[in-house]
């Protein structure tokens, strides 16, 4: 037993923290965590739960719609968005419950406040001070808005799912998975969508292919795409809309302003200066390979380093911490290659391991399959969307590389690829798998003729 208060004290109670706090108790040590704002962090409430509850909600339009060809006489809908927004606050009030009984029926101390660095071994929430041997930053990161005029009528992701009224004209300014997915979600709720961002193609990282798709299906939605551009100002009208003014000269009409244009770590008032720990030169907690910072006694995983911003990321990031420090005979390292992700937006896109663009640069010789059809249940419905999946293939190895779809449900549907990727499948072993039929995931393993060889 040490002569500290605890063991291990976090701080941040989001996904990697929660994971950190529990696993290290879960092997008998003393923890406590400390959060001022929200039990489960930026996913649990402002973030891909919520976030997903729109977008399933987003989705009824269109069922709705494609009903009529299947039979269905339905009455004009409606839509209240206070219903949808208040019930989406209960639950996560619910889940904002679960977390802390998960915690304290752990044996974790949960201390609600936000903690600040004394020095290296000392914290202190509110009044009180803390002594622990190791302490782990789990902050998180926040939503990143730059100076400009009228950038205070701008609003981020952290506001919009408690808007008072579902505004008629939105314009969403960024290019990554929010910015899509918020664009889809006001269009599907009957909102005029305009997305702008100042690239020549939003999603930058995921394959061309892909990109190319998605936005050519959101126009054809209807959803209003600006590349090439940036907000040059915001000026609020007296009917309470605002004028947004584009470096071009050019001018947006709108009753909401909603920049997702990145987020920052969430390290405001946290103490820094009293430890050892250093940033790198992007303004991340800079780590080790074992998440130490250049303080021995500190540590940090999640967000608040420069990792892949996903829920699973910090998840996994807090559980090795944990069983290293604590449990190091169950410990095993983070395996960060081929990670599956998706994008809400609708339709869904899912993706894992190399882009096409990706596996060039990385010098292999490419087999690429590429399938583009319509689902099956739009073909009565009257909807003329496609889906599109693809396959990067190693020629010399046969090994799938990479995995990309843009359709209904198609996060469902990589995740259980991704087992097989990980696993090391073949595009001969994919193609001696056996479709279930008629299903759209069974295109992964009827795809014969590549469409390029190089």
Not at 1 to 13: H, K, N
Not at 51 to 59: G, I, N, Q, T, V
Not at 410 to 437: C, N, R, S, W, Y
Request: glycine residues 10%; contains cysteine; proline residues 4%.
């Amino acid at each position: 037993m040490s002569d500290y208060d605890f063991d291990l004290f976090v701080i941040g109670a989001g996904s990697g923290g929660v994971r950190t706090s529990r696993i290290a108790a879960g092997y008998g040590a003393r923890v406590a965590v400390a959060e001022d704002l929200y039990l489960g962090g930026t996913c649990v409430n402002v973030g891909c739960v919520p976030k997903k509850l729109f977008a399933y909600a987003a989705h009824f339009a269109e069922d709705m719609a494609d009903a009529a060809g299947y039979g269905w006489d339905l009455e004009a809908p409606g839509f209240t968005w206070q219903r949808l927004r208040d019930s989406k606050t209960s639950e996560i009030q619910r889940l904002n419950g679960i977390y802390r009984t998960m915690l304290t029926g752990a044996g974790v101390t949960l201390i609600d406040g936000r903690a600040r660095f004394v020095d290296s071994h000392r914290v202190a929430v509110g009044d009180k001070t803390y002594t622990a041997e190791r302490i782990v930053i789990a902050t998180g990161g926040w939503p990143f808005i730059p100076d400009f005029p009228g950038r205070e009528h701008a609003i981020s992701s952290n506001e919009v799912f408690y808007l008072d009224e579902l505004p008629k004209r939105t314009l969403v300014v960024g290019g990554g998975y929010i910015a899509i997915e918020f664009a889809s979600i006001f269009h599907g709720l009957g909102c005029e969508s305009t997305l702008l961002y100042r690239g020549d193609l939003f999603l930058r990282g995921f394959d061309r292919e892909v990109r190319e798709h998605v936005a050519e299906t959101l126009r054809n939605k209807g959803t209003d795409l600006r590349f090439d551009s940036d907000v040059a100002r915001i000026d609020q009208q007296p009917d309470g809309g605002y004028r947004v003014t584009l470096k071009d000269d050019q001018v947006i009409e709108t009753d909401l302003v909603l920049y997702a244009t990145g987020r920052k770590p969430k390290l405001d008032g946290l103490g820094l200066e009293n430890t050892r720990v250093q940033l790198d030169d992007k303004g991340f907690v800079g780590v080790d390979a074992d998440y130490q910072t250049s303080d021995p006694a500190i540590y940090a995983i999640g967000d608040v380093t420069d990792t892949l911003q996903l829920t699973p990321v910090a998840l996994a990031e807090g559980m090795a911490l944990a069983r290293r420090l604590f449990g190091p005979q169950d410990y095993v390292p983070v395996d960060y290659a081929d990670i599956p992700t998706a994008v809400f937006c609708i339709p869904n896109i899912a993706t894992l391991g190399l882009s096409e663009e990706q596996a060039r640069e990385q010098g292999y010789k490419l087999k690429v399959f590429v399938s583009r059809f319509r689902p099956m249940r739009n073909i009565l419905a009257g909807r003329d969307e496609q889906s599109l999946m693809k396959l990067i293939v190693d020629q010399v190895t046969d090994k799938i590389l990479g995995i990309h779809l843009v359709g209904p449900e198609a996060g469902e549907m990589l995740q259980g690829l991704a087992v097989a990727v990980k696993a090391g499948a073949t595009k001969a072993q994919f193609d001696a798998t056996l479709g279930i039929h008629p299903t759209a995931a069974e295109e992964f393993v009827t795809m014969r003729m590549p469409v390029r060889v190089d």
